[in-house]
């Protein structure tokens, strides 16, 4: 049995690999940085694009990580909200919402925040759930992925799986998060691509499991 899975999934199927009998696991653009250092790049990257100022980056990127290390420590969802709509109310150049939705909008995003899933995403470690792997393991990313950015990622795979003999590692430099070929790897740029994931990738992906040892498949 292979376990392979996409971004979450490909941690999942790592986490995964020492509790059932996976002869190997494929991590399609999985994290292997910090699951925190991740959101807080995808963040950045997201308003960038919606033209936010250096000023406004910094301010979202401090309230982000106030909100985290709140979830984080068990902070119930309105402490997280709390904490939330202040920064809202002083984002730079303005507030970006009347009182009432400043405090509407707090709540919901407490409530992701603070949501058992997202909460236990924050405390993952990567790099220790791939120093456990022991089967082999390939990990496959996009060098345009704006969501698990390839290059970052690849080089903490690798960080990671030092001590595994078995550990391999591609990059496709024109691919995205999904493994479409992409222009920017932008989230917007998504639906109109052409439907992913490229030949190319599935062609690797099995032309490694194919080229495992016999003793590594038995």
Request: hydrophobic letters at 50%; aromatic letters at 4%.
């Amino acid at each position: 049995i292979a376990l392979i899975g996409h971004s979450e999934g490909g941690l999942v199927a790592a986490a995964a690999a020492g509790a059932v009998p996976a002869r190997a696991v494929v991590m399609l653009a999985g994290p292997a940085v910090p699951v925190e250092v991740m959101l807080h790049d995808q963040a950045r990257a997201i308003s960038r694009e919606a033209g936010a100022s250096a000023a406004q980056l910094a301010h979202e990127r401090g309230m982000n990580e106030a909100a985290f290390a709140a979830a984080r420590g068990g902070a119930g969802t309105v402490e997280v909200a709390g904490i939330i709509a202040d920064r809202l109310r002083t984002w730079p150049g303005a507030p970006l919402a009347t009182p009432e939705e400043i405090a509407a909008n707090a709540e919901v995003m407490a409530g992701i925040i603070c949501a058992p899933a997202y909460r236990g995403t924050l405390r993952l470690e990567p790099g220790a759930i791939l120093a456990a792997v022991e089967a082999p393991i390939l990990a496959v990313y996009g060098g345009k992925d704006r969501q698990v950015a390839g290059h970052a990622n690849r080089a903490a795979f690798v960080r990671a799986t030092a001590a595994n003999a078995s550990a391999a590692t591609m990059l496709f430099d024109d691919l995205n998060h999904l493994f479409q070929r992409a222009g920017t790897g932008s989230i917007g740029e998504y639906e109109g691509l052409a439907p992913g994931p490229e030949q190319a990738v599935l062609e690797a992906v099995s032309g490694w499991l194919e080229r495992l040892p016999a003793a590594q498949l038995e």
